[in-house]
């Protein structure tokens, strides 16, 4: 599974940005697919994810103002980003997950908030 993400860019504080991603090569055993994203000087940490049986998850300093969303025709997942703030900086890598915790990810996109 290849993964390519796209989107980031630098918005101003109150902002919104969409990332997307797309997916290719054998998608059929992909259970879920998820964005991650890693601050300046910090760990990767999980903010979004969505299963094939429609579950969601998401970080709490994100719940309300991100939304991920999924287009399977196209094999592609996307994060709407809205009221960005300084904090929400990092660069957001996209996963596809399948069984037996196996996990794939895409080169990462940057998102910079900032007046």
């Known amino acids: 599974v290849q993964l390519v993400e796209s989107g980031g860019g630098l918005v101003q504080p109150g902002g919104s940005l969409r990332l997307s991603c797309a997916a290719s090569?054998?998608?059929?055993?992909?259970?879920?697919m998820a964005w991650y994203r890693r601050p300046p000087g910090k760990q990767r940490v999980l903010v979004a994810k969505t299963s094939n049986d429609g579950v969601t998850y998401y970080a709490d300093s994100v719940k309300g103002r991100f939304t991920i969303s999924r287009d399977g025709a196209k094999n592609t997942v996307y994060l709407q980003m809205n009221s960005l703030q300084p904090g929400d900086t990092a660069v957001y890598y996209c996963?596809?997950?399948?069984?037996?915790?196996?996990?794939?990810w895409g080169r990462g996109t940057q998102v910079t908030v900032s007046p």
């Open positions: 090569g054998n998608t059929a055993s992909v259970i879920a």
């Open positions: 996963n596809a997950e399948e069984p037996a915790d196996l996990n794939y």
